[in-house]
């Protein structure tokens, strides 16, 4: 009898057990052993622009995973290795005698170099490695193959979802469905009720240390990142690492990580049928923050704390017991934000890299923007850096980033995302139609780059893909709509709550000025205890003159 396999899961994308396609892939094969790890890589350290609070989203979900994991077996838990998995993995084979790598596909241009290294060093140590998509409705790869090869670059190339009519769709019928090609949306795979073993955890190699430079996430920390000094941590209990071993600021969001909180979110959604099923994406309010008006479940889905697929198949059980006449539609309803995602990463996919800039990407429009991002001339790739090609398009970025144009809709966006985060789908498009073709006329990737920073649920594909669309770079070239940062948050928040709660020096102004306050006399301004003045100051709201009043920028 040959002996048992002994299988290493890596977790990526995928913090969950819930519907897990690669993890039933492990299990399936009846491993004698199973470790469950994570590999502390340090592009994402390091590399990629990432603030606290998606650090500590991640650390939410890293932490309620291993706590799950030990419930169904109290000697196994989530092993975060502080290597990364391109030196580490190789290692685990020989130490832990492995047969088996298992993992969630993922095409993120990054992802894809990383894993065809693992492909070729597992095939070198004689590692079988099983891959499993999970992360999207269906495989980008697929979809690219059924779109004729080329990026889905609008829905109607996405999907024709079985369950509905085609009276019910927004549905383009001379466009290709490449999903209808596919079939159906796979249903969820079953929650594992028990799980092996890990072998022995000993681990008597010596660590790779990763080089912390560049770092561009040094402007998050307030001490140095302390987080690879041991394999398995300062305890030996590969334990996930602290924000303090991160040397990281805290964390300012509300919003919180994990499995167990993200199906506790999805129950209290589709326990709502009315909301689920008439549910329309553009009748949300961007102004509401407390709670807000759309579903928060974006990080989750990000960081793979709940599946897209479970959710999809939950909304389609509603929507099947529900009045056709009275349902929502694609695009605009649950369904139609699930295809918007699939349609950025089968866009992605085939382009990697230069599907995130301007330069070498063939399905986007090149504009002379302000401060364009200075290229490699070997790889023809942005570097990171921009060039200031005027003192005042950066000083328009530096107050568009935080919170100080003096348009205190626009201001309010950007100070909740710092604070929290996360901002309305809404609220999105109007920063990003304000900084790029609506206002400042800066680059895309400029706030590309601020939304990568500081969102929780920052997806590379849904990122670029949406700053494109706004900027008709990409995706909608002919999208004439511009957001007024005046006449638009009056439609869902007339008084200005929005405002006045994230842009507290304008509180009390009354409804008249508060979305042109610099309209109110000076006398009144002084009343209303804030000062529309002229600054120089790019970073901190809200400082304070020689009166002891508060100011705000002018415009």
């Keep these: 009898m040959p002996p048992k396999p002994r299988v290493i899961y890596w977790f990526r994308t995928d913090l969950r057990l819930h519907d897990s396609p690669a993890l039933k892939a492990a299990l399936d094969l009846k491993p004698e052993c199973l470790y469950p790890v994570w590999c502390w890589d340090p592009h ?39 290597e990364a998995p391109q030196t580490v993995l190789v290692k685990l084979f020989k130490q832990w005698n492995i047969s088996h790598l298992v ?40 979809l690219v193959k059924e779109n004729g090869g080329k990026p889905t ?16 769709l927004w549905i383009s019928t001379n466009a290709q469905q490449a999903a209808k090609k596919i ?18 955890i000993t681990i008597a190699f010596s660590p790779t240390p990763p080089s912390p430079t560049p770092d561009v996430n040094d402007i998050q920390r307030d001490a140095s990142d302390q987080s690879y000094n041991k394999l398995s941590g300062p305890n030996g209990d590969f334990a996930p690492p602290t924000m303090k071993e991160l040397g990281l600021k805290e964390a300012t969001t509300q919003h919180r990580g994990g ?38 479940l974006s990080p989750h889905h990000h960081f793979g704390s709940l599946s897209v697929r479970l959710f999809y198949w939950r909304v389609m059980d509603v929507l099947k017991h529900y009045p ?28 990697g890299y230069h599907f995130a800039q301007t330069v070498s990407n063939s399905h986007c429009r090149f504009i002379p923007w302000h401060l364009p991002s200075v290229i490699d001339p070997q790889t023809s790739l942005i570097t990171g850096d921009y060039s200031i090609d005027t003192p005042l398009a950066e000083t328009w970025f530096q107050r568009w ?18 604070l929290e985060g996360w901002i309305h789908h809404l609220a999105r498009h109007a920063a990003a139609c304000f900084l790029t073709r609506g206002g400042c006329y800066i680059s895309w990737e400029r706030g590309a780059e601020v939304f990568e920073e500081w969102l929780i649920d920052h997806e590379v594909a849904c990122n670029t893909g949406n700053w494109q669309w706004l900027s008709c770079t990409a995706f909608y070239a002919q999208f004439y709509r511009c957001y007024s940062p005046i006449a638009f948050p ?10 006045r709660h994230f842009v507290p020096e304008l509180k009390n102004f009354p409804q008249k000025y508060i979305y042109e306050p610099w309209l109110a006399p000076i006398a009144d301004q002084k009343k209303f205890g804030c000062l529309i003045k002229d600054t120089t100051n790019t970073t901190e709201p809200g400082e304070e003159n020689d009166d002891g009043l508060q100011t705000y920028p002018k415009p």
């Excluded at 603030?51 to 939410?60: A, E």
């Excluded at 980033?401 to 710092?418: E, H, N, S, Y």
């Excluded at 439609?491 to 929005?498: A, H, I, L, R």
């Design 103 to 142: 993992f969630e596909k993922d095409t993120d241009a990054y992802a894809r170099g990383r894993d065809e290294d693992i492909l070729k060093q597992a095939k070198e140590a004689g590692v079988e490695v099983i891959v499993k998509m999970g992360r999207t409705l269906y495989d980008p790869d697929e």
């Design 490 to 499: 009056k439609k869902s928040d007339p008084n200005g709550d929005f405002v």
């Design 401 to 418: 980033k935080w919170g100080k144009t003096g348009f205190p809709w626009i201001d309010a966006i950007m100070r909740q995302l710092r």
């Design 183 to 200: 079939g159906e949306v796979a249903k969820p795979v079953p929650t594992p009720t028990s799980l092996p073993d890990p072998g022995d």
């Design 259 to 296: 499995e167990t909180i993200a199906l506790k979110a999805l129950d209290k959604i589709i326990a709502d049928a009315d909301y689920t099923a008439t549910f329309s994406k553009p009748a949300t309010a961007p102004t509401a923050y407390d709670p807000q008006s759309t579903t928060l």
């Design 324 to 351: 056709k006449s009275k349902q929502s539609t694609i695009p605009t309803n649950l369904i139609g934000q699930l295809l918007f995602r699939d349609m950025y990463f089968a866009a992605q996919a085939p382009l």
């Design 153 to 168: 670059m609008s829905i109607t190339q996405v999907e024709k979802v079985p369950h509905f009519s085609a009276s019910a």
């Design 44 to 82: 994402y350290v390091y590399r990629a622009r990432v603030g606290p609070n998606r650090w500590q989203y991640l650390l939410d979900c890293q932490t309620d995973l291993s706590s799950s994991i030990t419930k169904i077996n109290k000697k196994s838990r989530l092993l975060v290795i502080r």
